[in-house]
């Protein structure tokens, strides 16, 4: 099991935060609750969908990879 206080942790945390984020700005009333701000503490919801749209091929890639690495490799 992958803790949060390993480098893995982190990785994992990431990058299931950013598709998390990316699928919740497709629903449209997550969409207008939680990444309307684009700024202080809730803009981080909205920066990570951004991210999970507009780099969704790299962050796919990534979590395959990460999937592989944990299942497999650790």
């Known amino acids: 099991m992958t803790n ?4 893995d942790g982190i990785l994992v945390f990431g990058l299931l935060f950013i598709c998390t984020c990316a699928y919740l700005k497709k629903v449209p009333r997550l969409n207008n609750w939680l ?8 803009g981080v919801f909205y920066k990570a ?3 999970g ?3 969704h091929v790299a962050v796919a890639m990534c979590c ?6 944990v299942l497999f490799i650790k």
């Open 64 to 69: 395959l990879s990460m999937a592989f690495y």
């Open 53 to 55: 749209t507009r780099l």
């Open 49 to 51: 969908a951004v991210i």
């Open 35 to 42: 990444l309307s701000e684009k700024k202080g503490v809730w």
């Open 4 to 7: 949060m206080y390993s480098f």
